[in-house]
């Protein structure tokens, strides 16, 4: 079969932070499909729209040209609107193709997606054995976690059982990086150090419960660290790779491997640079030590708010002393900081967020990103949210991060997007901090990332709401499940 894998554009507007720091980085969920279906003899060809910076019409014209058996898209809820129209693209140019829809929306939200009549299959869940069995003609319901029409009128859509979680990542193939332009991906502006650079995971699944995470229920497995520093190598030699990110929600989770994976980069002499996510209760002086020695230099902590009853409430109740001890810790060993926070959790009021913006400057990370709570479909945020009638709109495409959807009882939405622009203002504008990071710049490319990000926080505000008061034209009853798919916290 002839398989085309589509990555949507991520759309972001003005005033969004993402908007002038985001970078592209290969779609690993789909290219790890990519890589299933083309060990099982499949030709596959994918279309990664930022990265090839391509319209939708360029999506059609590849429709168009390759008719396909299959057509695959993967979309994150703020991506969905995008993928839509995309499959609605492909449906008139290329009838005969069976277009399916993954990823994190589709998880938690199948019914919606299968209403549109441009999608034939929706894939909850781990993706690579589910679409390779469709490309096989495997029958339909022996498919874990497919979704898709059935012939009863008072049940219409049919959902297979959830398929086991993958235990052993290592028998999974390399992703595809063969088959996407892999010279036109760079992270996030402060995210790296050298490039070239890709993006990577070691895990998959969260130990955390968090309210607003898709990965709260997640199975949690690894891959060995051996797997993992011979794909680096294999990377280095085949494109120079010298900076990684680990995407893992929780990279830190299995400290073992990771020192494992550490005294291996070591012992080989592997040149590299990399960052990671973590959690505060999942470091130590120990590992922090060899993880610099391997050529960590930041760790991202997602920490939330500094008030520890709305930390209790999203179900992350790590104790602030902990906070301030594990991030010390981190600048001891010589590692940046980059430092998570998000306003608009419920609970929250303004006190607690200007709470959180001065617990934000007193410990000083190096880099500080604040967000705006969302609620994405297939969390227990969403479902709560939903079920309260806190949700004002629908509309994924404004659930960006950089815009209140929720209309919480202790704080008005106006008051969120104003304290999420003045977060900004209060943390990066302090002399003490401009003038240390003035100190570090080095290189003309230091120069340049510095202005970009500095650029960025001075016209960051809320991105606004087409629909302030009432729902957006994509209103669906969400299934009250939480995928079994990774996205970061």
Known sequence: MNALLINPPWQTSDGNIWHGVKGTSPPLGLLYVAAYAESHGHNV????????????????????????????????????????????????????SKIVVGGIHATAMPDELLRDENIDYVIRGEGEVAFTALLDGAPLDSIGGLSYRGGNPLQPHQHNDMADPI?????????????????????????????????????????????????????????????????????????????ISFYDDTFTIYKKNVARMCDLLVERGIDLTWSCFARTDCVSPPLLKKMKAAG?????????????????GIRKPIDI?????????????????????????????????????????SLDPDICIFNITTPYPGTQMFNWAYEKGYLKTLDW?????????????????????????????????????????????????DVKVHYYAFRSVFVTRATGRRNPN????????????????????
């Open 45 to 96: 060809r994918v279309i990664d729209v930022d990265a090839e910076e391509l319209s939708l019409d360029d999506i059609a014209n590849a429709a168009r040209e390759d008719q396909p058996d299959w057509v695959g898209i993967t979309a994150v809820t703020k991506q969905i609107t995008a993928g839509k129209l995309a499959a609605a693209m492909i449906r008139r140019v290329s009838p005969r």
């Open 321 to 361: 002393n902990m906070t301030r001890n594990a991030v010390r810790m981190v600048q001891k060993a010589g590692i940046d900081v980059r430092a998570a926070f998000m306003f608009g959790n419920p609970g929250e009021t303004i006190e607690t967020m200007q709470r959180t913006i001065d617990f934000a400057k």
């Open 167 to 243: 235990e052993n990542l290592d028998a999974l193939p390399t992703p595809a990086y063969h088959l996407v332009p892999f010279e036109a991906y760079k992270p996030t502006i402060g995210a790296y150090r050298r490039l070239p650079a890709v993006n990577m995971t070691m895990t998959r699944g969260c130990p955390g419960k968090c309210t607003f995470c898709n990965s709260a229920e997640t199975a949690l497995r690894t891959r060995s660290a051996e797997h993992v520093v011979a794909e680096i190598q294999a990377l280095q030699s085949t494109y120079g790779i010298r900076e």
């Open 296 to 312: 960590c230099h930041q760790i991202l902590f997602g920490l939330e708010s500094a008030d520890e009853k709305i930390l209790e």
């Open 397 to 445: 495409a404004d659930y960006d991060l950089a815009n209140s959807v929720m209309e919480l009882p202790t704080v008005t939405r106006d008051e969120i997007n104003r304290m999420y622009r003045i977060a900004y203002r209060q943390f990066y504008f302090r002399p003490r901090y401009l003038l240390r990071r003035l100190w570090r710049l080095r290189t003309w490319e």
């Open 470 to 489: 009432k729902l957006g034209s994509n209103t669906s009853t969400p299934r009250k499940q939480v995928p079994a798919v990774a996205a970061p916290c």
